[in-house]
């Protein structure tokens, strides 16, 4: 029980971690450059969280830049209270693409290879973001099968993951590009997580991750981490030997199978409690009835040995050790503070804001759209600017050109805001000035005529931040589903207290059949 | 040797099938892009743009060690190789070198664990020598200060001014390639839009 609070807070803790570096990132962002003030991503909570909840502490310390210097990067390679950590998994395919020793890399995956060595997969179990949140996939599930939907269950071979670890260092290695980095879960949360604090997109990977609950809720439990995740099967290996994991004393298992369900990664802890799958997570000791599994330290296959050390001590001493490992990544933090003179910022020597460029060709033309600012503000008066020049004999274009502007509407006819104008231009640019009202995607049509025919140019700009239609319907049909589900799940177990109640009992019946079916579909 | 069922041999060699058959997909998007797409500004000490992408690990140190917020992360739509990869976008933050920050060597070529971005000290010789994260290029018909108005914005941006950039009448700005690093401060401050100079990565 105790074990499993513990890991659950250090799950949690690295999620915190993950999230605090990206934040403090962003105050390191504002100490140096002052940026906070005129940015619009500040304006919010993100800007909350820096000013209350970042700052204070990170002040209060003795250096904070030294602290503040030492916290970066991702659960891919991170830098934690300057000491470097990186992913096997990253310095391995790193190997396979640059076919290059760079020798920091290597030293920085020495604690996490150390601590697999002697702790086997615990990495997954009790770090890897990505395990968590298909940990909640499967409670998903739970609660499908509770409302009597069953969800297929499909399981494949833990072997494939070997096999995909493998061919994916082959590949990264043949075309000198990393595939993991992109894929891999610890490092696509972490990403996303990033992305999300520092306000830019990653829709690509969020996709990704939504792929993969899904296939686990829907088609197949656990199919990430037990057959597919290279990390896992990287950590595995290197965790083969390890002396700290889970036995089972024969004398007191009473064969109740309590543990077979509810194993994570998906094996039998009865018979296979010394396998390379197992990640030492510790759930089946927890669901252990008869208290017949058990951490011990000892090498597979030392059955006699191990039995006479296996006292509740040495579980203990176990459970010590996973628990300290982790805090002995010692801190050394070192530096002077300099008060020096602020980073000079732009903003008070030139006053720009950014623009926003929108690149296209026409015939030999570049036409180049330029908006002031970068992003318009709906209401106030944008500035866009044309600039059309000849690819070949690099010559400004310099003939009147027309100029439409219209708001694209979801339903129905475009809206125009400016009606066409033609337009001749002002220190080698076409310039309009126009009003966009509300916050939404607008097109500027520019006509000019290329080679004998006219060419419309259709630039798509956007003002505001427009709520995107396609993200309203699926979150709206995603949280229509899950309440329905839910409504299912009330009901079914309403029903099933009635027939109880009336002594008849099928509705129990089926849904113990049914987790009894999981139960045999898991063991492979 | 346990016999292997049809199912479940048609199972496996479908699951490995499908592995192989994503792997074999991806390699084919990540070499197409890597050769199709034009190479993004680097941050400074990056290797020549295929070692980098090689080398890269995607994991972000140096976008949160910059402290200009200077390095982006290239968004997963760029194409598979250059995704998460760390590139500038002058207009909207410049590489200031690291040079009123604390320390002995800019901030993201010492947080790299891979070697993709070489270390690189704080000196002007180690910066000219080996910062080249592409050449400034004026465009002409733009530039104000070539058309019939004066500014000198750039100039006074420039790390590197006396050097890297001179101006001549009417602020009249000059790149000097040689000595150019890249930086993009003279991009960032241009007062023009689009602006009239712009940095273009060196062809490696």
């Known amino acids: 029980m105790i074990l499993q609070v513990l890991r659950r807070t250090v799950q949690a803790s690295v999620l915190l971690v993950m999230v605090s570096i990206a934040f403090m990132s962003l105050y390191a962002h504002y100490r140096s450059a002052r940026v906070i003030d005129d940015d619009q991503l500040m304006a919010g909570m993100r800007g909350e969280v820096v000013t209350k909840l970042i700052y204070p502490y990170i002040d209060a310390l003795d250096n904070p830049t030294a602290f503040l210097d030492g916290n970066k990067g991702t659960l891919w390679s991170m830098k934690l209270f300057g000491v470097d950590l990186t992913d096997p998994l990253a310095a391995a395919e790193m190997l396979a693409t640059s076919k290059h020793i760079h020798w920091p890399l290597l030293i920085s995956i020495v604690i996490p290879v150390v601590v697999t060595l002697i702790l086997g997969r615990v990495f997954c179990s009790w770090i890897c973001p990505g395990y968590v949140l298909f940990e909640i996939a499967s409670k998903l599930r739970k609660l499908l099968r509770f409302a009597e939907i069953q969800p297929a269950n499909v399981s494949f071979s833990h072997r494939n993951k070997y096999i995909f670890l493998f061919v994916g260092l082959v590949v990264a290695a043949v075309c000198s590009a990393p595939l993991f980095a992109l894929i891999y879960p610890p490092a696509v ?44 099967a990287l950590y595995g290996l290197l965790g083969w030997l390890r002396p700290i994991r889970v036995k089972l004393s024969k004398s007191k298992c009473t064969g109740c ?30 669901y252990c009835g008869d208290k017949a599994l058990y951490f011990t330290i000892g090498l597979p296959g030392q059955e006699s040995s191990s039995q006479k050390i296996a006292t509740r001590a040495t579980s203990k001493a ?10 002995l990544g010692p801190s050394t933090v070192e530096g002077h503070h300099i008060l020096g003179l602020p980073h000079y910022s732009y903003k008070e020597n030139y006053p720009q804001r950014p623009t926003l460029e929108y690149p296209a060709t026409t015939g030999p033309y570049d036409v180049l759209l330029t908006s002031y600012p970068g992003i318009p503000v709906p209401g106030e008066a944008a500035n866009i600017a044309i600039y059309i020049k000849n690819r070949e004999t690099r010559k400004v274009y310099s003939e009147p050109i027309t100029i439409r502007v219209l708001q694209t509407s979801t339903f129905g ?7 066409s104008t033609t337009r001749t231009p002002f220190d080698n640019e076409y310039k309009i000035h126009v009003t966009l009202p509300i916050d939404s995607e607008y097109i500027v049509e520019v006509s000019m005529p290329v080679e ?43 029903q099933r207290k009635r027939r109880m109640v009336a002594g008849v009992d099928h509705g129990h019946e089926a849904y113990e059949a049914g987790s009894v079916m999981n139960l045999g579909e898991k063991v492979l | ?60 140190r140096c976008v949160d060690a910059c402290p200009n917020r200077a390095l982006i992360s290239t968004p997963s739509h760029a194409g598979g190789a250059q995704a998460c990869t760390p590139m500038m976008q002058p207009r909207k933050a410049a590489c200031m070198l690291c040079l ?19 270390l690189i000290k704080k000196t002007k010789a180690d910066i000219k020598e080996r910062v080249s994260i592409g050449v400034a290029e004026i465009d002409f018909d733009l530039c104000y200060s070539y058309n019939n108005w004066s500014c000198g914005a750039c100039f006074r941006a420039c790390p590197l001014a006396g050097e890297a950039m001179t101006v001549g009448m009417w602020e009249r700005p000059t790149i000097h390639p040689e000595a150019c690093v890249g930086c993009g401060c003279c991009e960032r401050s241009c007062i023009r839009y689009p602006h009239a100079i712009r940095v273009k990565a060196v062809a490696s």
């Open chain 1, 189 to 232: 949360i972490s990403r996303i997580v990033h992305a999300w604090v520092f306000g830019t997109a990653l829709s690509g990977m969020l996709v990704l991750v939504s792929v993969l609950v899904a296939i686990e809720v829907f088609i197949s439990p656990r199919w990430w981490c037990r057959t597919i995740c290279p990390g896992g």
């Open chain 1, 318 to 327: 176990a459970m010590f050790v996973m628990l300290i490992v982790p805090l």
């Open chain 1, 257 to 286: 199978m309590d543990c077979l369900p509810v194993c994570e990664a998906g094996i039998n802890p009865i018979t296979q409690s010394s396998s390379i799958e197992c990640d030492n997570c510790g759930v089946c000791i927890r």
């Open chain 1, 413 to 419: 006819d475009n809206i125009i805001i400016l009606p």
């Open chain 2, 100 to 118: 009123s920050e604390e320390g002995d060597y800019l901030k993201c070529t010492e947080v790299c664990p891979s070697g993709a971005l070489r």
């Open chain 1, 452 to 494: 004998g025919r006219v060419e419309v140019i259709p630039f798509l700009i956007v003002a505001g931040q427009p709520t995107a239609l396609a993200s309203m319907v699926i979150v709206g049909s995603f949280s229509v589903i899950i309440v329905f589900v839910v409504i299912r799940a009330i009901h079914k177990k309403r």
């Open chain 2, 1 to 60: 040797m346990e016999k292997v069922d049809r199912r479940q041999f048609v199972k496996q060699s479908t699951a490995i099938g499908v592995t192989l058959g994503s792997g074999a997909y991806v390699s084919g998007l990540l070499g197409s892009a890597s050769t199709a797409q034009a190479s993004p500004l680097r941050p400074p000490g990056a290797l020549s743009e295929e070692d980098f992408l090689s080398t890269c690990i995607r994991c972000m």
